[in-house]
């Protein structure tokens, strides 16, 4: 009996250390699922207009709540950091990407916190700042950074890296602000970009692989127009972001577009209510959080909003001394598609070929009768011309572009007078193929049924190096 009893003993004492353990793990593990993280700024020292596209706000800090409870639930994230925004929810919702300066004089970096564990690593460690990082398939993020100052401005490129730092590569090659806006459900980047050479450009969403590769136009608004570096896109195929419309800071308005048809399906959700929208979270099919706030002297604070009846609910989280903006939802969910990458880097050209760069985009009203046809094209690099090249009879051209280099296109006479152009900045990445209908084309133009003549010849090399056009092997 002493024996078993020496057992029993031995055993309830082995459970009783192995409960305490997982108690005491169980308080250092939190449980995020269900909470909203968002970006808690300063109201009396932050900067909410257009031209803080980065969003780098002094002083902010990382904060998860539950909707449910919000005054009692409140949890700062990131009180090791001076300044730090931009959360990012991994697809399993366990880990959370992040915009960080970790002391006041720091760069910002790309830092990537444990949710279970609260512990943060920092992920890029650039002189240059890095903002708005985004997961990818294949444990990867991508991220917006700045560049070296060549004389073009403020220049922020998009580049992709491994989680573990390795594998680092630009993928954007333009001189705009490139800003990663979110993931695709298709595998797309949706990005926010501004042209600031050579002179200042329109903000407008393009959307292209992680890779660089196929880079076009999404969504462009009215003139003076600015857009969020923040947008959703909802299993119905809808992308929701914040637009202010004519160079106007302080209000901004709820829009919808809609995937299949972004340029022509745009749906403004919130004309009709005064006061000014700043982020957008949705959380289920017509409902969601907006960060929100009545006039430009109040503090912005995160409310719920119906898009069903286009009205604004009551406040969920509003302190009066803090901006609160950039809301995520802590929950796991499908990862975008992951697709292929044929970017090859051992090769230094891309191919491009035009069907006929006498086809214009149809604008109402415009008479095209009197517009000269064109007989060249005629690429621009950053500071000289890279070559003129004549098209084909039907107004085909097929190019050998060097690969990585931002050109722009324009079109010429016989006498080298401009028709068209020059067009916006575009670029191709190691041994991709691009293909366009023409020059200012319908974005929904279909090419016609029929072979160009210029794929019928090798593509022109293009810088052309001399008076002549010098034709790839």
């Known amino acids: 009996m002493s024996f078993l009893k020496n057992i029993n003993g031995s055993a309830g004492y082995i459970l009783a250390v192995v ?11 939190h449980s995020f699922d269900g909470m909203v993280i968002f970006t808690q700024v300063p109201a009396d020292n932050s900067d909410f207009n257009e031209k803080n596209i980065a969003g780098k706000y002094e002083g902010a800090q990382i904060v998860a709540i539950n909707p449910d409870k919000p005054s009692k639930s409140e949890t700062v994230l990131t009180d090791d950091f001076y300044s730090a925004c931009s959360p990012e929810i991994s697809y399993d919702a366990k880990h959370l990407l992040f915009t960080a300066q970790k002391n006041k004089d720091d760069s910002w970096q790309i830092w990537e916190m444990n949710l279970e564990k609260g512990t943060s690593k920092k992920i890029t460690d650039f002189d240059e700042s890095c903002y708005g990082p985004v997961y990818l398939p294949k444990n990867r993020l991508a991220f917006s950074k700045q560049m070296p100052d060549v004389g073009t401005g403020s220049v922020h490129a998009l580049h992709t890296m491994n989680l573990d730092g390795t594998n680092f590569s630009q993928i954007t090659f333009q001189p705009h602000f490139d800003y990663i806006s979110t993931v695709l459900k298709d595998g797309r980047l949706l990005m926010l970009t501004k042209q600031l050479f050579p002179e200042s450009g329109e903000m407008m969403y393009m959307a292209m692989r992680p890779n660089g590769t196929k880079a076009e136009l999404f969504y462009k608004g009215e003139k003076n127009s600015s857009l969020n570096n923040q947008s959703y896109e909802t299993k119905d195929g809808h992308v929701y972001f914040i637009e202010r419309e004519n160079g106007n800071a302080n209000i901004g308005d709820l829009i919808s577009i809609h995937q299949n048809r972004p340029l022509f399906t745009k749906v403004n959700l919130t004309s009709e209510i005064t006061g000014s929208f700043y982020s957008v979270l949705p959380m289920q099919p017509g409902k969601m959080l907006v960060s929100y706030r009545t006039s430009d002297t109040d503090a912005i604070g995160l409310y719920r909003f119906s898009a069903i009846d286009k009205s604004l609910g009551e406040p969920i989280y509003n302190p009066h001394e803090y901006h609160i903006i950039e809301p995520v939802f802590v929950e796991a969910f499908t ?34 009768s009197s517009i000269k046809k064109a007989t060249k094209i005629e690429l621009l690099g950053i500071d000289k011309s890279l070559g003129a090249v004549s098209v084909e009879e039907d107004g085909s051209v097929y190019l050998k572009v060097i690969a990585d280099t931002p050109v722009r296109i324009q079109t010429l006479d016989d006498n080298g007078n401009i028709i068209n152009g020059p067009s916006a900045w575009m670029w191709i990445r190691p041994f991709e193929r691009r293909g366009c209908v023409g020059c200012h084309e319908d974005p929904e133009l279909a090419p016609s049924n029929a072979v160009p003549f210029a794929v019928k010849k090798n593509p022109v090399l293009i810088p052309i190096e001399s008076s002549t056009n010098k034709r790839a092997e």
């Not at 409960?19 to 593990?29: D, E, Q, R, V």
């Not at 292929?340 to 035009?354: M, Y």
């Open 19 to 29: 409960f305490a353990g997982l108690f005491l793990n169980s308080c250092n593990n």
């Open 335 to 368: 990862r975008p598609r992951d697709l292929p990458d044929d970017v090859n880097p051992e090769k230094s050209n891309g191919l491009l070929l035009c069907q006929n760069i006498n086809v214009l985009a149809h604008q109402p009203g415009a008479d095209f």
